[in-house]
Structures are given as C-alpha cells and as structure tokens.
C-alpha cells in the first residue's frame, strides 16, 4: 500500500486532537463539522475509509508480529452518538484475533469491592494488540459525577470523599495512561460529540423501528435531563488529562460518515508513527528455514 501522507493527516486532524486541556471549551467543537466535506462528496469519504481499514489490516499484523507496542482506543460518548457502529466499521477489517473490545457497563458487587481503576487495568490488552474501551475509566468522573448518589456505592471511606475527589481522579487516570504509556502504550482517546437535537433524533428512530427497539431504554431519554452537567463533566476530564502521550479527540458526531473517517484517520495516522514492522530473521533462522525448505521439496508427494 502506498506511503501514508502525514503532514496530509496531521493537518485533516488538528482541529480534532487535543493534546493540552488548559483553556479547553467544548462549544468550540461543532457535532456537525465535516471540515468542509460537502455531502455530495460522501462516495470520496468512504472510499478514504475503506482504504484506512485496509491500511490497518495491514499494520495490526506487523504490531502483532513484531509484539512491542500494545494500542489502547478509549471511546466515550453519550448515548446513539455512534460508539458501537464506529468501531464496528473503523476495526472491520482487522483480524478478531489481534482485537478484544471491553465494554463497560454498571460495575458487579466485585468490581465495587476493587479500586475503580481495577476492572479496566484487567482489560488493558496485551503487547501486539489492540485494545478497544467501549465506555472506561471516565465513567467514574461522568456518570458518577452527574449521579454523586453512585459514588456511596463505591465503599470509599467517608473521609477520603472530599470535594477534591474528582481532581484526584483525574490526576489518577491521568498517571495510569502516563504509566502505560511509558511501558510501550500507544493511547488514543475519542469523545463522539453529537449534539442534543441529533441525539433525539436518532433515539425517534430507535422507537420508530421495531427492530431498533431493543437498543433504547426509557432511561436514555431521562437522561437527556442532565445534559448539560454532562456536557460540563466532558469538558472538565477533557482539560484535565488531555496530554501529547493519550490525547484526545473530539469528533463529530452528528454525521455517523465523518465522525468514522476522523477515527479512521486518527489511528492510522497514530500506528504509522510507531514504524512498525515484521520481525527480522537473522542467520541461524534462516539455515533453519532453508533446511525446512529442503525438506518440503524433497518430499515425494
């Protein structure tokens, strides 16, 4: 396949990638940005889609060949923002056995007796893998955040629970992705920004068709109700451990097309800095190779 262009997707991506939170502002972001991609030219970015899949077919197998770096894609968003369908058509072309997706949802009566860093630690994939976070570690300073009432489940003694509880967490997750970082890590982080009024349009949908009835939940829209304490819990993480070793990128999300392609673009963009390749054979190999060879030609049938 053909050299990736990467000043081409460095400059596609920067309005996308926050890699410093200080001064961030999420109303700077629009959910409908298509970075001047018209509609008309929709073929053209699912064609550039479907070449990045195909390009990360490619480079998963040498990450796992080569079995040094390990890459963690961590994706949060509100409800029908796309995390399911995104992942799905960005990792399509990958081999399943490279891949494991952890989905997070309500922490079991084991997982509140733990650390709330513990579940997600246990999924973090091996090296020459890629990890995928359907929801993470941000659920305890988003959700738990908008719900405090969560918070008196998690057993914590009263006095650590503090009105610095939720600047230590970041400072936690924070270290964590430092940590995993330093030991061979690459960490990319997507936030699907869709916007209120799509939200309520793609929840209609789900009521509307029948076989999408078994996605929605009375309390997704109930939820709705708290938007903007979300909104403000996702600026808030976002400031706070947005770094040049596990940004962030904000996508849009209200054009499910687009928001894939700046996925698309991110992780390739990210792998190809890691310069991987497949593993050299150095001379005692190859006689070995050579003997098997030998052997194999030699064999009658």
């Not at 959910?31 to 550039?48: F, M, R």
């Not at 997704?220 to 070793?245: F, N, S, V």
């Amino acid at each position: 396949m053909a050299k990736i262009d990467l000043k081409r997707l460095e400059k596609f991506l920067r309005p996308y990638r926050v890699t410093k939170g200080k001064g961030f502002k999420l109303k700077d972001h629009d959910p409908g940005d298509t970075h001047g991609i018209k509609s008309e030219q929709k073929t053209e970015a699912k064609a550039l889609l479907a070449r990045g899949v195909e390009w990360l077919a490619e480079e998963q197998e040498k990450l796992y060949a080569q079995d040094r770096w390990g890459v963690l894609l961590v994706f949060q968003a509100m409800d029908a923002a796309g995390k399911d369908g995104t992942i799905k058509h960005v990792m399509s072309g990958v081999n399943p056995q490279g891949v494991q997706v952890t989905s997070f949802k309500a922490p079991s009566s084991e997982e509140l007796d733990h650390d709330f860093l513990w579940r997600c630690m246990k999924a973090t994939p091996e090296r020459g893998r890629i990890g995928i976070f359907n929801r993470s570690y941000y659920e305890e300073v988003l959700v738990v955040r908008v719900h405090e009432a969560l918070l008196a489940k998690q057993k914590l003694p009263a006095k650590l629970v503090t009105k610095r509880i939720w600047q230590e967490r970041y400072e936690d997750i924070a270290n964590f992705e430092r940590y995993l970082a330093r030991n061979g890590y690459l960490i990319l982080k997507f936030f699907l920004n869709v916007s209120r009024g799509e939200q309520k349009k793609r929840f209609l949908e789900r009521l509307d068709r029948p076989e999408k009835n078994w996605k929605f939940s009375s309390a997704d829209a109930r939820e709705r109700g708290y938007w903007g304490k979300y909104m403000a819990a996702y600026q808030d993480l976002i400031r706070h451990t947005a770094t040049e070793h596990a940004p962030w990128y904000v996508v849009p999300a209200d054009n499910k097309w687009f928001s894939r392609l700046v996925v698309a673009a991110a992780i390739v963009e990210s792998m190809e800095r890691l310069d991987l390749h497949f593993p050299k054979v150095d001379a005692a190999v190859k006689k070995e190779l050579a003997t098997a060879r030998a052997l194999l030609l030699g064999e009658k049938r």
